[in-house]
């Protein structure tokens, strides 16, 4: 199990997970971590076969049952579907996902004029504006970033230092 929250630990404590379509709910019986994940055992799941078949299965709490956030937080999760726009206030996109490939969060963005995503560090200094009210993140793209309107930008992630929660 990858849980995207402040503590890894923590998912243990917001109830039975349920599948995206909330058709199926797993009550976690025990944890302990792993290398880079935890694992977790599941109340019914009795055997590895029954184990197996959940693999790659994407668990969620609702929403419902996660800690309120303080001011100038958010959830992962609010980040999708915000436009994205320059610091004049020109469409770039819209976040599609929110990536973690280890270095720190990255923004998938659809460009607003079609072709390839792009991903952006999810920075300060790249994203110096969340505004989920808003429906809007400011992208302040560094000079030469995207040489053409669908290129796919290369940027080292760099520690984000925005307060956020994964969910």
Known sequence: MWPFTARAEAVAAYGPLQTGDG??????????????????????????????????????????????????????????????????????????????????????IAPAAGGETVMVPFSASVVPRVEVAAGRIVVDMPEGLLASKDATPFAPATERNKKSKGA
């Open 23 to 108: 058709t199926r709910a797993f009550e976690i019986e025990a944890l302990r971590p792993a290398k880079d994940c935890l694992i977790a055992r599941l109340k019914g799941v009795t055997d590895r076969a029954a184990a197996e078949r959940l693999r790659n299965t994407e668990l969620y709490v609702p929403r419902e049952r996660l800690p309120a956030l303080e001011a100038e937080e958010f959830y992962h999760a609010d980040l999708v579907g915000l436009r994205a726009e320059d610091k004049a206030g020109r469409a770039i996109g819209v976040v599609i996902a929110v990536h973690n490939f280890g270095a720190g969060d990255i923004l998938e």
